[in-house]
């Protein structure tokens, strides 16, 4: 019972939406460039920032995935900077700003007295790209709303910029669960196309129960999976082919549980902002088929 309810509270990081709506003094004590301004591009991202509290409020827009989450459609919410990721892409600088955002009424509140703050609370994941303009920078694409990561209302705190192209970049996200001795480990590759951050691809990178497994009657028995990401030549020549390789074992589906072992591969291919399966031979593991993985 506790494996199942796990798998679905790990599956509301899946859940995802885009709608529009290294420096001196980056802002915040955020890296970056010492020309890109932090609260500009907040207040170009959310069109407002108060400086005083260092955030900006918008409200959950329609449309939004909401499945398992604590947000509903129009709650307002607060957004906060979280990371800033110097790149280039095709030659040009670019600018990301990624952003979390919590329910209003849980902002700076002292945690004994902060509802949004449990395994399963997990903030919004907001980003923008920005490219040089004349007078400082301009957004070239974002999203709002890309993603829920973290739990107890924090948001996870590992990002970088990936090669999806020969000139094309990505944000990669990595995320992390952890409870009863099993671990999950979760990456979400966004992409700035078309005008907005799409969330193109997420994948479960690793799972294992290494910190729970044992020979006694009531021990779950020992499993330890993964995938490695490859980007290889396909046939968009802008955008690589993501070829994902799964190893290790799993447990086997019904009790006594038993460990047996994983191994396929999938292919995905970039169409329309976002990565679609293209091929898939060999398993796949009891986690990902419950949280319908990349089709």
């Known amino acids: 019972m506790y494996r199942f309810?796990?798998?679905?509270?790990?599956?509301?990081?899946?859940?995802?939406?885009?709608?529009?709506?290294?420096?001196?003094?980056?802002?915040?004590?955020?890296?970056?460039?010492?020309?890109?301004?932090?609260?500009t591009a907040m207040r170009e991202l959310y069109s407002n920032f108060d400086p005083k509290t260092k955030s900006s409020v918008?409200?959950?827009?329609?449309?939004?995935?909401?499945?398992?989450?604590?947000?509903?459609?129009g709650d307002e919410v607060v957004a906060v900077p979280?990371?800033?990721?110097?790149?280039?892409?095709?030659?040009?600088?670019?600018?990301?700003l990624?952003?979390?955002?919590?329910?209003?009424?849980?902002?700076?509140?002292?945690?004994?007295?902060?509802?949004?703050?449990c395994h399963a609370c997990a903030p919004i994941i907001?980003?923008?790209?920005?490219?040089?303009?004349?007078?400082?920078?301009?957004?070239e694409s974002f999203c709002t709303v890309v993603a829920y990561g973290g739990g107890f209302g924090q948001p996870p705190n590992e990002f970088r910029i990936v090669p999806i192209g020969e000139h094309r970049i990505g944000i990669e996200m990595t995320d992390r669960y952890e409870g009863q001795?099993?671990?999950?480990?979760?990456?979400?590759?966004?992409?700035?196309?078309?005008g907005k951050v799409n969330?193109?691809?997420?994948?479960?990178?690793?799972?294992?129960d290494r910190g729970a497994c044992d020979s006694g009657d009531d021990r779950l028995p020992c499993y330890s999976n993964g995938r490695q990401l490859q980007f290889v030549s396909g046939t968009d020549p802008n955008y690589y082919d993501i070829l994902l390789t799964l190893s290790g074992?799993?447990?086997?589906?019904?009790?006594?549980?038993?460990?047996?072992?994983?191994?396929?591969?999938?292919?995905?291919?970039?169409?329309?902002?976002?990565y679609k399966m293209k091929d898939r031979v060999g398993d796949t593991t009891s986690l990902e088929r419950l949280i319908a993985f990349p089709k």
């Not at 918008?58 to 459609?73: N, R």
């Not at 001795?181 to 078309?194: A, C, R």
């Open 181 to 194: 001795g099993e671990k999950t480990k979760i990456k979400l590759i966004m992409v700035p196309w078309n």
């Open 249 to 274: 074992s799993d447990l086997t589906e019904a009790p006594p549980y038993r460990s047996k072992s994983v191994r396929g591969s999938q292919r995905l291919t970039f169409v329309h902002g976002t």
């Open 5 to 39: 309810c796990r798998k679905l509270l790990i599956a509301i990081s899946f859940s995802s939406l885009c709608l529009h709506a290294q420096s001196s003094k980056p802002g915040f004590g955020l890296p970056g460039i010492a020309d890109f301004d932090v609260a």
């Open 126 to 139: 907001g980003a923008a790209a920005f490219v040089p303009a004349p007078a400082g920078w301009r957004m």
């Open 199 to 208: 969330p193109a691809l997420k994948y479960i990178s690793n799972e294992n």
């Open 98 to 117: 990624l952003t979390y955002a919590v329910p209003k009424a849980s902002f700076g509140v002292p945690d004994r007295l902060n509802t949004f703050d």
């Open 82 to 96: 979280l990371r800033t990721l110097a790149t280039f892409e095709g030659g040009k600088r670019k600018m990301i």
């Open 58 to 73: 918008f409200e959950v827009p329609e449309g939004a995935i909401l499945d398992g989450t604590f947000f509903h459609v």
